[in-house]
C-alpha cells in the first residue's frame, strides 16, 4: 500500500495569514487530489492534478504537483476563517480508481 | 451535481447487532467505496466495488461485508457489532476517474 504523508498535522493561524500544506510521497501517483472536509460532514473534491509540475489556482488556494509526481502543496493566500477544516490529499496509482489518503493537516483560521 | 446520500448520519447500535449501512448515488457511477474514519488513522478503505454485484477487499475488510445488487446503490453490513467498530462510516463513488464524491458520514457508536 502507497503512503501518503501530510504536513504538518495541525495548523493554528490568525486570518489573513499564508500557509502551505504537504503532501509526500515515496512512490509515484498518476493523478493526485486535494479534498477538505468540515467536521461532521463528508470530504468535498477541491481540485485533481495529473501532470507533474502542474500548477492550479482556485480562488486563493493554489495546487501543485511536484515534476516527479510524488508529492504536492496546497498554498492558501490571506486565509480567511472559511477555510478552516481537515485538508486531505489522496492518490491514485495508474489504472486504478481506487485512493490512498494522507492523514490530513487540520487547519483553523482564527478571526 | 453528484448526490450521494447515506442513509443515517447517526447510529447507536449494542454489541452483537447486525448493522446495515446504506449509501445511495443519482449519478449512475461505477465505482462506490465504504471508508471508515478515525482520528489519527484517517481514511481507510474497507470494500469497493466497480460494478453491480462486484466486490473488492480493501485495506481493513475484517468483521464487514458488502452488497451492490443495483449500480446506485452499496451497503456496508456489519454482521456482529463490535466497541472497535465504533467510527465514521464515509461513502463515496466516482465515475471512470478517481475522482471521490462523498456522501455526508454515518457516526456509528457501538456500545
Known amino acids: 500500500t502507497q503512503l501518503l504523508e501530510q504536513s504538518p498535522q495541525f495548523l493554528s493561524i490568525q486570518e489573513g495569514e499564508n500557509l502551505t500544506v504537504y503532501c509526500n510521497s515515496s512512490?509515484?501517483?498518476?493523478?493526485l487530489q486535494w479534498y477538505r472536509q468540515e467536521p461532521g460532514e463528508g470530504p468535498v473534491l477541491l481540485v485533481t492534478?495529473?501532470?507533474?509540475?502542474e500548477v492550479k489556482k482556485l480562488k486563493r488556494l493554489t495546487f501543485q504537483f511536484g515534476d516527479a509526481r510524488k508529492d504536492s502543496s496546497l498554498h492558501i493566500t490571506a486565509a480567511q476563517p472559511g477555510d478552516t477544516g481537515l485538508y486531505l490529499c489522496?492518490?491514485?496509482?495508474?489504472?486504478?480508481?481506487?485512493?490512498?489518503f494522507g492523514k490530513g493537516t487540520k487547519l483553523s483560521v482564527i478571526p | 451535481d453528484v448526490k450521494v446520500t447515506q442513509s443515517s448520519r447517526y447510529l447507536v447500535k449494542r454489541t452483537g447487532e447486525k448493522v446495515f449501512l446504506e449509501c445511495v448515488q443519482d449519478?449512475?457511477?461505477?465505482?462506490m467505496f465504504w471508508y471508515r474514519q478515525d482520528p489519527g488513522l484517517g481514511l481507510r478503505l474497507i470494500y469497493f466495488?466497480?460494478?453491480?454485484?462486484?466486490?473488492e477487499k480493501g485495506d481493513i475488510p475484517e468483521g464487514y461485508s458488502v452488497s451492490r445488487e443495483k449500480k446506485e446503490r452499496f451497503s456496508l453490513i456489519l454482521e456482529s457489532a463490535s466497541t472497535n467498530q465504533t467510527s465514521m462510516y464515509l461513502c463515496?463513488?466516482?465515475?471512470?476517474?478517481?475522482?471521490?464524491?462523498f456522501g455526508q458520514g454515518t457516526r456509528l457508536t457501538v456500545v
Open positions: 466495488s466497480y460494478d453491480v454485484k462486484m466486490k
Open positions: 489522496a492518490g491514485a496509482e495508474a489504472g486504478s480508481y481506487q485512493l490512498t
Open positions: 449519478m449512475d457511477h461505477e465505482n
Open positions: 512512490s509515484v501517483f498518476s493523478s
Open positions: 492534478v495529473v501532470t507533474g509540475g
Open positions: 463515496a463513488s466516482s465515475l471512470l476517474t478517481s475522482e471521490a464524491f
